[in-house]
């Protein structure tokens, strides 16, 4: 996949194949705009379809991770130097506008977290408001800085959590919590988070990026087939009966099980070794 600056993030891959969007415009907190939502859809297409990436995580600049869009410049800041795809009209004008640019445009940035094979980790370094909440909500892992604050405050504009808040913060915490931090507005800090449901770790600011990237290089180094099938396995448990859930999960199971990683698996049980995964992906390069 293409590396380097796009419009509003960096991208860079480590070893063993981490895929790192960092957001760079820490002046604006790195707050979104319809051309950078844009080229995230694109970079996070071509994510999925390289092998060399196995997990990708987000981050930002500064004080914030993303603290939400833009109101003063969303449609109007210009791509970057180096845009992944061509400008477009971005909607909001008209109501049918507002209806096609959050389908198109907006929502669909959390929809293409989500439907990413690769885990994704969300590095919360800062303030995670509105558009950034609900990015990191659509993440496999969040893990906060201690200084971070979360939340919707949508109602604060009259806006709603148009891009899928609602529902990725519901199936965080529950209803009864979710009505109360969505309608009373609420931004709490990363303690208060990880207590409600929506974090899986807070560490010390200076530990984050270490953390993350000790997160990041234990799931690449994990049996990446396997991994990404019980992704998709666990997410459909959510809306599936059991049968339905056994059904489906039969069916995976019936690609890992002779995937040579179970082979490896086994023999490094029998021979009391630590196991080497994914061959298959060095084969590859």
Not at 17 to 34: D, K, Q, T, V
Not at 46 to 65: K, L, P, S, T, Y
Not at 151 to 166: H, K, M, V
Request: negative net charge; aromatic residues 6%.
């Amino acid at each position: 996949m293409d590396t380097g600056s796009y419009t509003g993030f960096d991208i860079r891959i480590t070893e063993p194949g981490i895929c790192w969007f960092e957001f760079n415009e820490p002046e604006r907190l790195n707050g979104m705009s319809a051309a950078k939502k844009r080229d995230m859809v694109e970079a996070l297409t071509q994510a999925q379809m390289d092998n060399a990436v196995r997990v990708v995580v987000f981050i930002g600049e500064g004080r914030g991770f993303c603290a939400g869009d833009d109101l003063k410049g969303y449609n109007s800041r210009p791509q970057g130097d180096n845009p992944l795809v061509p400008p477009i009209d971005h909607g909001h004008d008209s109501p049918i506008g507002t209806y096609n640019g959050l389908r198109t445009i907006s929502q669909a940035v959390n929809r293409k977290i989500r439907e990413l094979d690769k885990l994704s980790i969300a590095a919360i370094n800062g303030y995670a408001i509105q558009t950034g909440l609900s990015l990191a909500l659509a993440c496999d892992f969040k893990i906060a800085a201690s200084s971070a604050k979360l939340g919707s405050a949508t109602l604060r504009f009259g806006l709603l959590p148009d891009e899928g808040g609602q529902y990725l913060v519901l199936q965080h915490i529950g209803l009864a919590k979710t009505m109360d931090f969505l309608m009373n507005k609420r931004i709490v800090d990363a303690d208060e988070a990880l207590e409600l449901g929506m974090l899986n770790e807070v560490v010390a600011d200076e530990e984050l990026r270490d953390r993350v990237n000790s997160l990041a290089t234990d799931l690449a180094n994990g049996p990446q087939v396997s991994m990404r099938l019980l992704k998709r396995s666990v997410y459909m448990a959510a809306e599936l009966s059991f049968d339905q859930a056994c059904d489906e999960i039969a069916s995976k199971t019936a690609i890992s099980d002779h995937h040579p990683d179970a082979q490896e698996g086994g023999a490094s049980f029998r021979e009391r070794r630590e196991p080497i995964f994914n061959a298959w992906l060095h084969q590859d390069k």
